[in-house]
């Protein structure tokens, strides 16, 4: 039971998130430690089964991180089924971009007016999407991974930009996605 709880705590966010992780290395921390050989453990139920085959596609490693050294790992695993934290490669170059800039170089004294834009640990959020610069080094990663992976799969400027759009904003977006098409 507890090892079921476990794996729908791995799973259940990979599945949720999966556009952020196919095609990036993500890592995996559970304080579970039977789940850290999970790619290499002999499957012999039909539930392990079952599990397995909806990770399959994601490129994670698996680290074991010890209760004693995780204070807060027992009240979260009760409220959320599990420990589970996801890491994106990109997130933290946006946060070390946006720290070089004040919002006045990116938004106008009327938009920062209305209130729609929050900062978060680092991050900026423009009506809840992450803002990403006008001059990111992000951008062509996004578009990358939203045009040219799996995950987009070449299918045009217009779905695209609604992904991206859904997710993330930055401005003159579909000039910058028509572009890169």
């Known amino acids: ?7 729908q705590a791995i ?3 990979i599945t949720k998130f999966r556009h952020y992780l196919l095609g990036q290395k993500s890592t995996i921390r559970t304080d579970h430690k039977s789940l850290k050989e999970l790619q290499a453990q002999v ?7 079952a599990w397995l085959a909806k990770l399959l596609g994601y490129d994670f490693s698996i680290e ?3 209760r004693s050294e995780n204070q807060g790992a027992d009240g979260l695993s009760r409220a959320f089924l599990g420990i589970t934290s996801i890491t994106c490669s990109w997130i933290p170059l946006i946060q070390q971009e946006l720290q070089l800039l004040s919002p006045i170089d990116e938004f106008s004294e009327a938009e920062l007016k209305t209130g729609k834009l929050t900062i978060k640990k680092g991050l900026w ?10 001059k990111s080094t992000v951008k062509q990663q996004l578009l990358h991974k939203f045009h040219d992976s799996l995950l987009g799969g070449h299918s045009g400027y217009q779905k695209i930009l609604s992904r991206l759009s859904a997710q993330f904003f930055w401005k003159n977006m579909v000039s910058s996605v028509k572009e890169y098409i």
């Open 1 to 7: 039971m507890a090892y079921a709880r476990e794996m």
């Open 11 to 13: 799973v259940t966010p």
């Open 43 to 49: 499957i012999q139920t039909p539930e392990q089964q």
């Open 64 to 66: 074991y991180k010890p």
């Open 125 to 134: 959020f423009w009506k809840d999407k992450l803002f990403i610069p006008a």
